[in-house]
């Protein structure tokens, strides 16, 4: 008998977010921009899936702010790098080490960089689903933050 429950998170896990094919960023990691809603310049360190597409982390000024492709200009300008790029890229297919009783693979939903860290984002538990009139809402409480030792690299 083959375990339905099993099989959909399987499948829930494996299929990213965006569709078939990655939806292109706007902006790359580290690159330097400009905020359009605050009229500043701040560099790109973290960008994540979210309902209205990509959203970026843009540290400016000592702070962060999120904000949606639409609101930012990219320079073409990278940030000068004194420590290591991400060892995984978005759409990846990853081994959560620490996958509990679920399947271990995943997809890198969004990459932030932390304190000089680099932080991946997954899906770590199947997302609660309600309905809202004729709409399945999931719950973002499933996307957890996890670095790169809870993950492995897989052949597929």
């Known amino acids: 008998m083959i375990n339905l429950v099993h099989t959909l998170e399987t499948c829930w896990y494996l299929s990213p977010p965006w569709g078939k094919e990655i939806a292109p960023l706007?902006?790359?990691?580290?690159?330097?921009?400009?905020?359009?809603?605050?009229?500043?310049?701040?560099?790109?360190?973290?960008?994540?899936?979210?309902?209205?597409?990509?959203?970026?982390e843009i540290a400016c000024d000592k702070n962060n702010t999120t904000v949606l492709g639409h609101e930012i200009i990219g320079t073409g300008e990278l940030f000068a790098l004194t420590f290591e790029k991400p060892i995984f890229r978005l759409g990846e297919t990853?081994?959560?080490?620490?996958?509990?009783?679920?399947?271990?693979?995943?997809?890198?939903?969004?990459?932030?960089?932390?304190?000089?860290?680099w932080f991946y984002c997954i899906e770590w538990m199947s997302p609660r689903i309600s309905y809202k009139r004729d709409e399945v809402k999931t719950s973002r409480d499933s996307i957890a933050r996890v670095t790169d030792y809870d993950l492995e690299k897989v052949r597929i």
């Open 26 to 56: 706007k902006v790359c990691l580290l690159e330097r921009v400009y905020l359009t809603t605050i009229k500043s310049f701040g560099y790109c360190c973290g960008v994540e899936w979210s309902d209205q597409g990509w959203s970026y």
């Open 94 to 117: 990853v081994a959560f080490r620490f996958h509990g009783d679920g399947p271990e693979l995943r997809i890198i939903q969004g990459i932030q960089l932390i304190c000089d860290s």
